[in-house]
C-alpha cells in the first residue's frame, strides 16, 4: 500500500530563515509526486509535480526536489506570507485511478 | 478562469440523514476526484470520475456514492451519516490522467 510520511508535523520559522521539508514515500511504481500548500478554510493548492529521481522545480522562494526514496521543499529566506500547511502526495501505477496518496502535512509557520 | 467551485460552503445535519454535495469541474476538465479532509489530516481519497464512469474508489463504506453529469460536473452523495463523517470534502479536478489536480475550497459537513 502507498504510503507518505511528512516531518516535522509543525515548524516554526523567523523571517528569513531558510529550512528544509521532508515528504518520505513508498509507492509501487511512482506516477508523480505532488506538493501542495494550503491555507486555512481553503482548499489545497497546487505547487509542483516532480516525476522521476534527480528532478527538481522552482517557484519564488520554493524549490522542490526528489530522490527514489523522499522529497524535499526548501524554503529559502520565507516571508509571513508563506505561513501555511504544505501537504505531499504521490500517485502510483498500483491502481488505475487518478487516486492521491497524502502525507500529515507541515504546519509552517513564519514569524516576522 | 473559475477554478473548481463546490456547493455548499458550510452543511449542518444530525445523524441518520443523507446529504448531497456539488462540484463544478474547471472548464475542460473531464477528470474529477472527491477527497475527505478530517481536521489536522491530509486528503482521502474517495473516487474519481473520469468521462462519466467511475474510475477508482477509496476504502470508504458503501454509503457513499458519487456520479458524474454530461457536463462533467458531478455530485457525492452520503447516507445515513455518522458523527464520523464530520469533514472537509474536497472536489479535484484535471485535464487529464497524469495531470495534477485543482481542488476546489471544499464543503465543511458537521453532523450533530
Known amino acids: 500500500e502507498d504510503q507518505v510520511t511528512q516531518s516535522p508535523e509543525a515548524l516554526r520559522l523567523q523571517e528569513g530563515e531558510s529550512s528544509s521539508l521532508n515528504c518520505s514515500y513508498t509507492?509501487?511504481?511512482?506516477?508523480?509526486l505532488f506538493w501542495y500548500r494550503q491555507d486555512p478554510g481553503k482548499g489545497p493548492e497546487f505547487l509542483f509535480t516532480l516525476y522521476s529521481a534527480g528532478e527538481e522545480k522552482e517557484k519564488e522562494r520554493l524549490k522542490a526536489t526528489l530522490t527514489k526514496k523522499e522529497s524535499f521543499l526548501h524554503i529559502t529566506a520565507p516571508k509571513p506570507e508563506d505561513s501555511a500547511t504544505y501537504l505531499c502526495?504521490?500517485?502510483?501505477?498500483?491502481?488505475?485511478?487518478?487516486?492521491?496518496?497524502f502525507g500529515q502535512g507541515t504546519r509552517l509557520t513564519i514569524n516576522p | 478562469d473559475a477554478g473548481v467551485t463546490q456547493s455548499p460552503t458550510h452543511l449542518i445535519k444530525t445523524r441518520g440523514q443523507h446529504v448531497t454535495l456539488r462540484c463544478s469541474p474547471i472548464?475542460?476538465?473531464?477528470?474529477v476526484s472527491w477527497y475527505q479532509q478530517v481536521l489536522g489530516q491530509g486528503p482521502q481519497f474517495i473516487f474519481q470520475y473520469y468521462e462519466k464512469e467511475e474510475r477508482g474508489r477509496g476504502n470508504f463504506p458503501d454509503r457513499f456514492s458519487a456520479r458524474q453529469f454530461p457536463n462533467y460536473s458531478s455530485e457525492l452523495n452520503v447516507n445515513a451519516l455518522l458523527l464520523g463523517d464530520s469533514a472537509l470534502y474536497l472536489c479535484a479536478s484535471s485535464l487529464q490522467d497524469n495531470q495534477p489536480q485543482h481542488f476546489g475550497d471544499g464543503t465543511r459537513l458537521s453532523i450533530l
Open positions: 472548464s475542460g476538465h473531464k477528470s
Open positions: 509507492v509501487s511504481g511512482l506516477r508523480g
Open positions: 502526495a504521490v500517485r502510483g501505477t498500483a491502481q488505475g485511478a487518478q487516486k492521491l496518496v
